[in-house]
């Protein structure tokens, strides 16, 4: 069981997700949603307090979405928890394979002050 939110624990997928994006391109929130299994509607809040706190870039338009809004090493676990601290959003469990292979368990690492990991730490574990 893991010490996060549902919340928390997918702010942490999205950015981790949008990290490994390589096009260069924002990506839609609906993209997101089917990546991270969840219906586009529970994201919408989680990816507003992102954009709020200046994780993540949103654009407007057919062409728009969202992607980083800084260098992945410039941001940490902790920028991402502070985005997203409320008691709402989505009721249910994120079915994301990359929240599950990959930032569960850099999350649960032994020594290691994940809080402070950048997100290119992340990717690099």
């Known amino acids: 069981m893991s010490l996060l939110s549902r919340k928390e ?45 200046g994780i993540l870039k949103g654009t407007r338009g057919p062409r728009g979405g969202y992607e980083l809004a800084r260098e992945r090493n410039r941001m940490t676990i902790n920028d991402i928890l502070r985005a997203t601290r409320t008691d709402d959003g989505p009721k249910e469990e994120p079915n994301s394979g990359l929240l599950e292979k990959v930032v569960m368990p850099v999350l649960a690492l032994p020594n290691r002050n994940s809080r402070t990991l950048s997100t290119a730490s992340i990717l690099k574990t």
């Open 9 to 53: 624990l997918l702010a942490i997928a999205i950015v981790v997700d949008l990290a490994l994006q390589t096009a260069g391109r924002p990506m839609s929130s609906k993209t997101l949603a089917v990546r991270n299994g969840l219906p586009a509607r529970h994201l919408e809040s989680v990816l507003q307090a992102l954009v709020h706190d």
